[in-house]
């Protein structure tokens, strides 16, 4: 095994449920190798979630931010642009992040979403990608993936619904959806 790190690009896109899961599980390993892991939320909010909780116990060298406002509602244009300011800050958190070279990890998560929703241009995640270092690992997360983040990606997963607990009503669940 090499000591060499070539930091790769994940993405966990689609319809099935698991897309942060599996952003959280390779954080926690590389946290657990010793790396400095950022998460960064694009659209939760408000929420009080487990993988918070979790951090905050876990300590030093891994921290998680949510930058997003909660549910969005597309028929108000007051809360679309502070939506879309928020998503902004998110961006330019993420810029400062890589620029430092203090992280070998930093998540965003629902990021895609972000682009679907014109909250953010693709563009800008795309330029983001593209100034890395080298070393940085970089996981981007939600439905939707955008053609030119898959052709950027070193690894692309898509999950896959086959069945989920909303279509027979049960609502999120704590410790499975947040």
Do not use: C
Not at 13 to 26: F, H, I, Q, V, W
Not at 63 to 91: T, V
Not at 110 to 138: C, G
Request: aromatic residues 8%; hydrophobic residues 45%; without cysteine.
């Amino acid at each position: 095994m090499s000591n060499d790190t070539t930091g790769l690009v994940l993405v966990f896109t689609g319809e099935g449920k698991g897309k942060t899961t599996a952003a959280l599980g390779t954080a926690l390993r590389a946290w657990g190798q010793g790396m400095k892991v950022l998460f960064l939320q694009f659209i939760k909010g408000s929420w009080h979630t487990g993988e918070q909780k979790a951090f905050a116990k876990l300590g030093n060298n891994i921290e998680i931010h949510q930058l997003g406002l909660g549910f969005i509602d597309f028929n108000d244009e007051n809360q679309m642009l502070q939506h879309r300011q928020a998503a902004q800050q998110g961006i330019k958190m993420a810029q400062a992040a890589i620029a430092s070279g203090e992280y070998q990890m930093i998540v965003l998560d629902e990021i895609n979403y972000a682009i679907a929703y014109r909250l953010v241009e693709a563009t800008a995640v795309v330029e983001l990608i593209k100034t890395k270092p080298q070393h940085l690992h970089i996981i981007l997360t939600g439905r939707e993936a955008s053609a030119e983040i898959i052709d950027l990606a070193d690894l692309v997963t898509k999950m896959e619904m086959i069945k989920h607990p909303y279509q027979k009503g049960i609502t999120a669940q704590k410790g499975i959806e947040f």
